[in-house]
T-cell receptor, first 112, second 115 residues
Framework: RKEVEQDPGPFNVPEGATVAFNCTYS??????FFWYRQDCRKEPKLLMS???SGNEDGRFTAQLNRASQYISLLIRDSKLSDSATYLC?????????????FGQGTTLQVKP | EAQVTQNPRYLITVTGKKLTVTCSQN?????MSWYRQDPGLGLRQIYY???????DKGDVPEGYKVSRKEKRNFPLILESPSPNQTSLYFC??????????????FGPGTRLTVL
């Protein structure tokens, strides 16, 4: 089993749709969780950190479920510009070593 | 501007010719890492560093070397590149607040082709 798993998609949705991605992680000691966005093999850019209580930034909502060991990203009112690959990133374990594990990414294509 | 820089951005080389990809950050971050990204495999960690003179292997360290003599720099060295090291490479840095949810910052990437 991979340490961090994402459905690679692609998710093809119309503009204005709501879409949700899930990401599961295997190490229950992980403490830091992030969603990054990556365009066309450019560098990943932070979309949002994921906090235990869940957090929202405009049209984006992130949730963490420690019991089931998954994080989710909800995008409301999808825009064409949301088309990208979304990477789930989790730190490896509880020790503060800076080691991160990446999911393979979920590709989103928003159509007019 | 807080950033991670990498050089070169693009490189085509031949098998066996030693090369170095530089990475530098201006945020005084303790952690620095190198990743490679290949289609279908996602980003995989090559090496990481917790601080000056403290480095450790990631998931795919074979064929690579690193050093951390200064806090801001973390070069990636390919002593004898081979075609299977053709990839997109990213350097990233993060602070001790990583576990508190402060995210890492990525460099712009280096696209390496080994013929």
């Amino acid at each position: 089993r991979k340490e961090v798993e994402q459905d690679p998609g692609p998710f093809n949705v119309p503009e204005g749709a709501t879409v949700a991605f899930n990401c599961t992680y295997s190490n229950s000691a992980s403490q830091s969780f992030f969603w990054y966005r990556q365009d066309c093999r450019k560098e990943p850019k932070l979309l949002m950190s994921v906090y235990s209580s869940g957090n929202e930034d405009g049209r984006f909502t992130a949730q963490l479920n420690r019991a089931s060991q998954y994080i989710s990203l909800l995008i409301r009112d999808s825009k064409l510009s949301d088309s990208a690959t979304y990477l789930c990133v989790v730190n490896r374990g509880s020790s503060n070593t800076g080691k991160l594990i990446f999911g393979q990414g979920t590709t989103l294509q928003v159509k007019p | 501007e807080a950033q991670v820089t990498q050089n070169p951005r693009y490189l085509i080389t031949v098998t066996g010719k030693k090369l170095t990809v530089t990475c530098s950050q201006n945020m005084n971050h303790e952690y620095m890492s190198w990743y490679r990204q290949d289609p279908g495999l996602g980003l995989r960690q090559i090496y990481y560093s917790m601080n000056v003179e403290a480095t450790d292997k990631g998931d795919v360290p074979e064929g690579y070397k690193v050093s951390r003599k200064e806090k801001r720099n973390f070069p990636l060295i390919l002593e004898s590149p081979s075609p299977n090291q053709t990839s997109l490479y990213f350097c990233a840095s993060s602070s001790l607040l990583l576990l508190a949810g402060v995210p890492p910052v990525f460099g712009p990437g280096t696209r390496l082709t080994v013929l």
